[in-house]
């Protein structure tokens, strides 16, 4: 196929004539030859060389007016420049590859254009265009990459037992092109990926989570789940997840499949949201259900204190994934950790009480709560459904009620520990807690308003209870606090 309308852009006009000029054989590659076909639109361009990528990258660049700046990679031997602003070009010159069999680093050597396209992972990856004067534009399809587009099969373009065991890491990009464009793995290729699944343990973790992740921001993250499963890859890095599949029996009482449930409620959260950490507390929702399954012979099979064992399980595997030991984690273990609250409003009634431990509990994650819950419905009773969305509807709309008038959300207690030792003349201690404590558990249950007077009353009769007396200036105390509280919602 000619492809020379497709790719006159200046910037391919220009990298002919300085190829031609040094009389050097380069191709575009990779990824950007696929999404063209594809019809998609792509501003990252590989361009491979025959001969010394860096070089030539520099030699473009210094064609090209202004000059950008050329960032070298020297350990991967490639360099990439900018154009446009919005074009990213990587230059890399051909090679040809040998690997060993306890590593996934090849030994690498200068080759040819048809060392390098054999060398790649898939036929889909191994296409090039030429930018040569005599070709210009012109497909090279050595294993028929096109024809697998078009029948949406993802295939290697040598013998997929070698292609897995020299690089593990292509199993999990095969099924991450499987569940990102929505195509069959061939079956001779899916075979190898189960022959050499135990192989994926020479790849870092780093590498793995990271095309994991790409499959769980694909549309459909399910489909890729259940490729990594079946092929025997995720009970290699992920036994803990493999552990939620099945259904026991005692008495003739059986609990849900748990792999396929979290399944179903990630692939319904997928359709609301593209945040890679909800996704990952979807997945990880019911984690900790196999550590506290129990039978009960008048209950049946119950799961007390999953959410709290998957909340710490979550922990271990960000720690054991190397994923982001920060606020990511936080955020998808206190997901975790909640998952179970709303619904038991929904069982329980919808008190303000409830609502405001909630809100405060929840903070500004209680709308991505309110998300993982709903599509933590699935199932097959629709009318059982709808009963529990509407449920879940009643809930937002009390949640945004209450907020708008109490405004619990990430508050602290109006009154704080120097206040109340200020109060009653005492020094750090164990009744300042208290009262604190007090203050925060009147506000949530409605006793009193998130109101510094309201606030303060009641931590001088608490103080009181306590056998605590409050100190001579405490009118005085009052009113200053007063003062410095409207002063502060003044500037806020």
Same mark, same amino acid.
């Not at 769980?216 to 939620?244: D, I, T, W, Y």
């Not at 273990?333 to 409003?345: E, F, G």
């Given at each position: 196929m000619d492809y020379r309308k497709i790719i006159e852009q200046p910037?391919?006009?220009?990298?002919?004539?300085?190829?031609?000029?040094?009389?050097?054989?380069?191709? @575009?590659?990779?990824?950007?030859?696929?999404?063209?076909?594809?019809?998609?639109?792509?501003?990252? *361009?590989?361009?491979?060389?025959?001969?010394?990528?860096? !070089?030539?990258?520099?030699?473009?660049?210094?064609?090209?007016?202004?000059?950008?700046?050329?960032?070298?990679?020297?350990?991967?031997?490639?360099?990439?420049?900018?154009?446009?602003?919005?074009?990213?070009? !990587?230059?890399?010159?051909?090679?040809?590859?040998?690997?060993?069999?306890?590593?996934?680093?090849?030994?690498?050597?200068?080759?040819?254009?048809?060392?390098?396209?054999?060398?790649?992972?898939?036929?889909?990856?191994?296409?090039?265009?030429?930018?040569?004067?005599?070709?210009?534009?012109?497909?090279?399809?050595p294993f028929h990459g096109e024809n697998d587009l078009k029948n949406k099969?993802?295939?290697?373009?040598?013998?997929?037992?070698?292609?897995?065991?020299?690089?593990?890491?292509?199993?999990?990009?095969? #099924?991450?092109?499987?569940?990102?464009?929505?195509?069959?793995?061939?079956?001779?290729?899916?075979?190898?990926?189960?022959?050499?699944?135990?192989?994926?343990? #020479?790849?870092? @973790?780093?590498?793995?989570?990271? !095309?994991?992740?790409?499959?769980?921001?694909? !549309?459909?993250?399910?489909?890729?789940?259940?490729?990594?499963?079946?092929?025997?890859?995720?009970?290699?890095?992920?036994?803990?997840?493999?552990?939620?599949?099945?259904?026991e029996y005692i008495d003739g009482k059986g609990h849900k499949d748990n792999f396929k449930h979290t399944l179903e409620v990630l692939d319904k959260l997928s359709q609301k949201s593209d945040n890679l950490w909800l996704r990952w507390a979807a997945l990880l929702h019911d984690i900790g259900k196999p550590a506290t399954r129990r039978f009960d012979e008048e209950t049946g099979w119950t799961f007390h204190g999953h959410e709290t064992k998957g909340a710490k399980m979550v922990v271990q595997l960000f720690r054991k994934f190397k994923l982001p030991m920060n606020e990511?984690?936080?955020?998808?273990?206190?997901?975790?950790?909640?998952?179970?609250?709303?619904?038991?409003?929904?069982?329980?009634?919808?008190?303000?009480?409830?609502?405001?431990?909630?809100?405060?509990?929840?903070?500004?994650? *209680?709308d991505d709560l309110m998300t993982l819950c709903e599509a933590d419905v699935t199932s097959k009773n629709p009318e059982k459904v709808k009963k529990y969305l509407e449920n879940f509807r009643q809930v937002r709309k009390r949640i945004n009620e209450v907020e708008e008038r109490d405004r619990i959300r990430n508050f602290q207690p109006p009154i704080t520990g120097d206040i109340i030792m200020e109060a009653f003349g005492i020094p750090p201690s164990h009744p300042v807690g208290v009262i604190k404590n007090a203050i925060k558990e009147a506000i949530l249950e409605g006793t009193i308003h998130n109101d510094y007077e309201e606030a303060f009353d009641y931590m001088v009769k608490e103080g009181n209870n306590l056998g605590l007396v409050t100190s001579g200036n405490i009118e005085e105390i009052r009113k200053r606090y007063i003062t410095q509280q409207k002063l502060e919602d003044t500037s806020n």
């Open positions: 910037i391919f006009q220009l990298i002919q004539k300085v190829a031609s000029n040094q009389n050097i054989e380069v191709y @575009i590659v990779g990824g950007f030859v696929r999404d063209l076909i594809l019809g998609y639109e792509s501003k990252d *361009i590989d361009i491979l060389v025959v001969g010394n990528g860096i !070089e030539f990258a520099r030699s473009v660049a210094d064609a090209m007016q202004p000059s950008p700046k050329v960032s070298v990679y020297k350990t991967f031997g490639t360099a990439s420049l900018k154009y446009n602003d919005n074009w990213k070009l !990587e230059f890399v010159g051909a090679r040809k590859e040998s690997y060993h069999k306890d590593s996934r680093k090849p030994d690498v050597e200068p080759g040819t254009l048809e060392d390098d396209l054999k060398r790649r992972d898939f036929t889909i990856n191994a296409m090039a265009i030429s930018l040569n004067v005599n070709d210009f534009g012109t497909l090279i399809d099969i993802i295939c290697t373009p040598l013998d997929p037992l070698a292609t897995f065991s020299d690089d593990p890491l292509r199993m999990m990009r095969a #099924i991450r092109f499987a569940t990102h464009l929505n195509f069959t793995i061939h079956f001779k290729v899916f075979a190898s990926i189960k022959e050499n699944a135990p192989r994926i343990q #020479i790849v870092s @973790i780093e590498r793995t989570i990271d !095309e994991f992740n790409k499959i769980l921001m694909c !549309e459909k993250p399910s489909n890729g789940l259940n490729l990594l499963h079946r092929s025997g890859l995720l009970g290699q890095f992920f036994p803990e997840f493999v552990a939620l599949e099945g259904i990511k984690m936080e955020y998808v273990s206190k997901l975790v950790m909640l998952h179970l609250r709303p619904i038991a409003l929904v069982d329980k009634g919808v008190t303000d009480s409830a609502i405001r431990r909630l809100i405060f509990e929840a903070g500004d994650l *209680i």
